[in-house]
């Protein structure tokens, strides 16, 4: 089962699912004990499947250099009401005890920005 930490204390995801905004962009860092890799990306490409949920768009997941046990993994979903739904499925809930006990998610929801000459709409 993946531990839960806030990427930002003062806006919880659990608030962030109550805006109804979209596209987002979903970012989780994962941190786990080295031994636990192959465990945690099995349970992730399992988890992975969240992928036939109405919404999804794309993921794609990194894992830090130099023996890191680190990883990031981000999602494009086209709302986060369809994000929260996909979340709530029961299939998906099973899936997370296929994690190793050491797995600490910390995920965050996103919307791009616009700043002109730098970032494009």
Known sequence: MVEIEEMDKRTTL???LEEDVGPVLLINK???DPQD?????????SDAEIKQQPGFI???LHRGIAGSSTFINYAIWE???QFKQALS?????AKMSEYPASAAGCPHVFKKIVIPGV???
């Open 30 to 32: 994962f941190n786990l």
């Open 37 to 45: 890799v192959n465990q945690f990306l099995k349970a992730w490409a």
């Open 79 to 81: 709302s986060t009401s």
């Open 58 to 60: 794309s993921t794609q």
């Open 89 to 93: 499925n029961s299939q998906f809930q």
């Open 14 to 16: 659990d608030k962030q």
């Open 119 to 121: 970032c494009v709409d």
